[in-house]
């Protein structure tokens, strides 16, 4: 089976294998393996690639999107997340969980305007009307 760079490891499957749910019980047993169907959502964010354009190496696009939607509704990406960012952390020597955050003007922009403007609709301007209603009535 051919590889990419974004396939998870032995050593990165070992952290995230214990946060997939199990196959719901009394359902049919699952016939992918659930690495696959991770290195194929991994593949997909990476490369940016339509869902139907998934290469034919991993299971069907159909049953990677399924899984996809099972878990974030399940909330298993909140439960990875956290998950590698206290092992990373944990790496690095620092605390599991950080215990302060910085938000800074440049990461929280909003808009140059301000007050009401920023909030009023557009408008559609003088121009564009009277091109608009000299076309329909021609």
């Not at 760079?5 to 049919?28: C, F, N, S, V, Y």
């Not at 290469?55 to 909140?78: C, I, K, L, M, N």
């Amino acid at each position: 089976m051919k590889t990419y760079a974004t396939d998870l490891t032995a050593a990165q499957w070992a952290i995230i294998e214990p946060l997939i749910p199990p196959p719901k019980p009394g359902g049919r047993p699952r016939r992918v393996e659930m690495r696959r169907i991770l290195n194929a959502l991994f593949y997909i964010t990476r490369t940016g690639c339509a869902w139907r354009l998934l290469p034919h190496e991993f299971p069907p696009w159909s049953t990677v999107y399924d899984y996809f939607r099972q878990f974030r509704t399940a909330g298993v990406w909140s439960r990875v997340h956290n998950a590698l960012r206290a092992h990373l952390r944990q790496r690095e020597g620092r605390n599991i969980s950080p215990s302060a955050a910085i938000i800074d003007r440049q990461s929280v922009k909003t808009t140059e305007k301000g007050g009401r403007t920023a909030m009023m609709p557009a408008k559609r301007s003088m121009a564009a009307s009277v091109i608009w209603s000299s076309t329909r009535s021609a």
